[in-house]
């Protein structure tokens, strides 16, 4: 052999009884360019523990020794599931013997007194076994992926799923339970929104640690996307069980999690379903231990609770909202109702806030905060929204025709809606089709809806403000941010939560944040108007601490476009003055102007 040629090395199990014959062998794999290093051996417990011991790339075997046979050898190294190249040699072998091992299994067979095609054999075996491995790498690594999350390796859903199943069928043989605990992180998404992705997801990660502390070996956790985790306790002896692990779980998230330099703290909402107590099938096992989630979120947060038949109820109820609301578009079932907004200096209605309501066929009038949630939830909204938009440019046009002086028509955008692809775009051009002037119009957005791409919605505001819409954050006081925080956002007004006005006179601590919104606000250029005023003496207090505008039942529901038009028609001064004279106005309210 020509010495620049570079020897390949070749881990060789020779099943040979014969010493020489397997030196013979051996020369001529030197001969073609192997180095070999072989063990031989002639018993199967010799075999096995050869095959146990050492990686080999092939085997070559004898076809009869006088303790083993090449037949024997092909059956042990099946057992093993070791996928290896095995060639059998023989003195004599008549072809009905070849073919028979070759159906066994083997891949080539020689004869011994001619080994010309040993080496081309050896070859061509080894390259085929690499392409097979290479072949079984690869699908071992897609079913990987196919049945785990690619940030936490945890199982997904899918696998989940087959976890659940499993652990069914072993509850029914041994008459046992199976628990589903359905988790979610709770103010998951301000870590990502203050701190980016990264830290987020390396919390996921060091929260998938804590997670498998908590379990047992049999136990399943899996990642369902985004801050949702499920859990299978594959084997429980009664309800409790369950409820340990999740107490578990919940005291293992009261110490923080150290991510890159931060300490965080995060708590989890835990929603629980058993086998087979509350379900049957999977599917429901796991939609039920959701409701059960949504019920520990409801009940606020860093709990669990164990589902309950009112849950479907409420489950059931839900879908069949959703359904009706899916046709309730097609079949016109909505309407906008206008609520009057009253400037507290002029005591002028300057404005009307649109609001969606549903004349449901089977449930009667349904109000937004009965339907808006899911719809939200359900992606409706933005059809809804849609048709909001253009309801909205309709009736203001409808007014302007009939001489109704209105300073401003608002309406509410979801977050979805205003987080939409091309939204502002679309809201322009509905204006400018409709010959509508932007300055009549209000805009009504949640912090929620302007949080989560700030700087995207900075952007988008800056346009709608230049064009000349009035932007107002509603519901002001229930989200997270500060009103600092919406400083550099072009921002005309900020709606006071109903939930502060309707504790302002009897809470010392919400006519504190009361007045502290309505002083930052004015700090800011910006006026204050309070939502759901109902009493004399909630009116009395935002006249005293110079909130600009208020919104309620004391002056109106939200009416229909008709009874509106008749309300704008005549004002409702009167009715304003006579409600002022029964209140201890001790300062005259001040009118920012923007
Ligand atoms: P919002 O924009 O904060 O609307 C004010 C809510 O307060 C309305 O509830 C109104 O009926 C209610 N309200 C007004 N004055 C009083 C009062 O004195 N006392 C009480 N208890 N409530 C009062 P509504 O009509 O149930 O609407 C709920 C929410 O649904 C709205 O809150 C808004 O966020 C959403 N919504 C309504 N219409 C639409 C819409 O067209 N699009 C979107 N995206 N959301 C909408
Ligand atoms: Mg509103
Ligand atoms: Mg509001």
Redesign the pocket.
Known sequence: MPSNVEEKNLKLLLVEDSADDAELLLAELRRGGFAPEARRVETPEDMRSALQDENWDMIVADYSMPRFSATAALRLLRRTGLDLPFIIVSGTIGEATAVAAMKAGAHDYLVKSDLTRLVPAVQRELREAMVRRERNNAEAQIKHMAYHDPLTDLPNRLMLIERLKQAMLEADRYQRLVGTLFLDLDRFKSINDTLGHNIGDELLKCITSRLQECIRAGDTVARLGGDEFAIVLADIGEPDDAARVAGKILESFSQPFQVAGHELYTSVSIGISLYPLHARSFEDLLKHADAAMYRAKEAGSNTYQFFTKEMNNHVAANLELETGLRRALARKEFK??Y?PIIELGSGRIVAV?????WYSPDKGLV????F?PL??ETGL?AP??EW?LREVCEQARIWQRRGIKLKRLS????PL?FNSRGFTQRLIKEFEHCGLSPASIGI?L?ETAIMQQPDTAADMLTQLSSLGFWIAI??FGTGYSSLSHLKKFPINAV?I??SFI?NVTTHAGDAAIVKAIIGMAHSLNMQAIA????TTEQLAFLCENHCNAV????FN??LTAETCENVLRNGCRKHLSTLFQTIPVRKKPVIMKR
């Open positions: 906008l109702h609520q806030e649109a609001l969606v309501y109000g937004p905060s009965n808006i719809a939200e909204i809804i929204g909001v309406f509410n955008i979801s809606q009504e949640t509603d519901d709606k939560d109903m309707q939502e759901g005023v109902e919104q309620g039942f004391l529901t939200p």
